[in-house]
């Protein structure tokens, strides 16, 4: 028997591009009303006469965002914590409460949920914040998945992408291309040539704490780096309306810590495009002295786009349908 | 190659009830700080010095929670934003966002995407609650699932399940039994033979708008009827250390509805036991008049569990892992 919703001709979602999807989900949507920021950035905020939330949500999948072999079920709690806080620190908030939902094939061993708890309950009390609620299904064979929703405070407004200004610095908090390299060994079996880079691959520990600070310092726009320094600078430039000047002489120490594991191209490469980094990136006012913490990469111009010494440069691209 | 954390001997989830796992994660999840209400509730409430929020989250899957030969795509999205709304409703509240998150093999049609944001779109728009944001993943073949995130206000404090007192009168808002007694059609291949059954177990529309009015009339306990009435009224039971007395009289209305549809013994059972109605129960001080959209169906006593006409009862069960 044919299903006209599920056996229809038609496109599929591994024909068009998340762009392209969201570009015609969007407009179904209802927007608005309370809700402040959103979509568009990296957190939405939720204003109503209660009081103001930041909300965040993003989901592991299994065999997409990791694979047994590398991760630990721990390593999966810790790192979906990180993905998640590292949202709403680059609003410049705080998180105060996760939702978890974990859904997972029966024949998952218990063994597995309880050692994904502890990776996930650990990260979360090093940063202390709890555990508001989830929710827990079962799923067809094989299929296991996690889905957090962060929520969070910010004080006063939040810092969105949008607001970088000609003459601003670039700035980052955290490191730069080490979750890709990790990634790069894990793939050729080197895992064992630097453990420290692999352990930032899955089990990253962001920067938290930077997100307020650099809303406090003043920062005019912020977001966090989950799909490269390249792709998510020109999230900014584009928000902003203006073009991030990137300069490699101001990333020689990010790649001089993947001197030795990878060749120098491979290190560009995992500096510039790498993803699931979570370090912090914001544009400060040329007047204001970095913070601590942050290390200037580069300027605010006028024009568009990302430029790496001063050549125009894209990011790659990441695409959950095709990846 | 083998992998201890998925190959290893030891217990699946299969193997286990949802209880006893819960009990055994919630030791390795910080907890406190700011969640005021969580969990154990419907909906957790997270209270910082920028304001208070209910928070919620409810997740479908095919297969699990609908077939494509019963469910559109639509009523999918439908049935995902009452079941959380209806538990920001059981706290006393009004949902003021939503964050939505689709897991879908890249084999999926766009046009199911597109006809499940539809009906997701249009059941918040209906009640006035925009989209906040969300996530997009691909997931292994066949599998689909969709996650929400429900955040709301209330005005003081939330309606707990442990209110209710010896005394109190048992009251529902909505109708009872129903959205099984369509499954039962469904299932019997019988849905034309009550359209209006079938869609209000596909497409329920809880009566949201009364969980704030119970409140303020001052209801001790409140609950969504998820699991059905018996095992729900049980939880509040235990919550509030009491007895909850129902009456298969002042259920008359109920099951006269299904009359001609199901014989008695069905009827009762789909009244009794029957679960995703997402009705509201709540439990108010004798000298409350009932607000309009409530009646009567019981009272509440000195003992434990529930009782029907005066004989205890329990409700049978829904377990993810065990269905």
């Known amino acids: 028997m ?10 599929r ?8 999807l969201l570009a015609q989900i969007f407009p179904l949507l209802p927007r608005g009303g309370p809700v402040v920021v959103a979509p568009g950035d990296d957190t939405a ?15 592991m999948v ?21 993905q ?35 990776g ?15 929710d827990l299904s079962s799923a067809p064979a094989g299929t296991l998945m996690v889905s957090i929703t962060a929520l969070g405070d910010v004080d006063g407004d939040p ?17 730069l291309g080490r979750s890709a390299a990790g990634f790069v060994l894990l793939q050729q079996d080197r895992a064992d040539d630097d453990e420290d880079l692999v352990r930032e691959h899955v089990r990253p520990r962001p920067p938290y704490e930077q997100g307020p600070v650099a809303r406090s310092a003043g920062a005019t726009a912020m977001i966090d780096l989950s799909d490269g320094l390249v792709r998510d600078a020109g999230r900014v430039a584009a928000a902003s309306g203006v073009r991030l000047e990137l300069s490699t002489e101001l990333l020689r120490a990010d790649l001089d810590r993947l001197t030795g594991v990878l060749d120098d191209d491979a290190a560009l490469g995992c500096v510039l495009t790498g993803g699931e980094e979570h370090s912090l990136l914001a544009c400060f006012p040329p007047e204001v002295a970095l913070p601590d913490g942050w290390r200037r990469i580069g300027q605010v111009g006028a024009g568009e786009g990302v430029t790496v010494d001063g050549r125009p440069r894209s990011g790659g691209g990441w695409d959950h349908f095709h990846p």
Do not use: C, Q
């Open 62 to 82: 299994r065999g997409r965002d990791w694979l047994d072999e590398w991760s630990s079920p721990a390593d999966v709690g810790g790192k979906s914590v990180a």
């Open 159 to 175: 810092v969105l992408r949008s607001g970088a200004r000609g003459g601003d610095v670039v700035a980052v908090a955290g490191t």
């Open 2 to 11: 044919t299903n006209r919703w599920t056996d229809g001709p038609g496109p």
């Open 120 to 134: 996930l309950g650990a990260a979360a009390a090093e940063i202390e914040v709890p555990i508001a609620g989830g």
């Open 13 to 20: 979602l591994r024909d068009v591009s998340e762009d392209e």
């Open 45 to 59: 905020l939720v204003r109503t006469a209660y009081g103001s939330v930041l909300a965040t949500t993003d989901t």
């Open 84 to 118: 998640n806080v590292a949202d709403i620190a680059s609003m410049g908030g705080r998180a105060t409460a996760l939702l978890v939902t974990l859904v997972a094939d029966p024949e998952t061993p218990v063994a597995w949920v309880l050692d994904f708890a502890a």
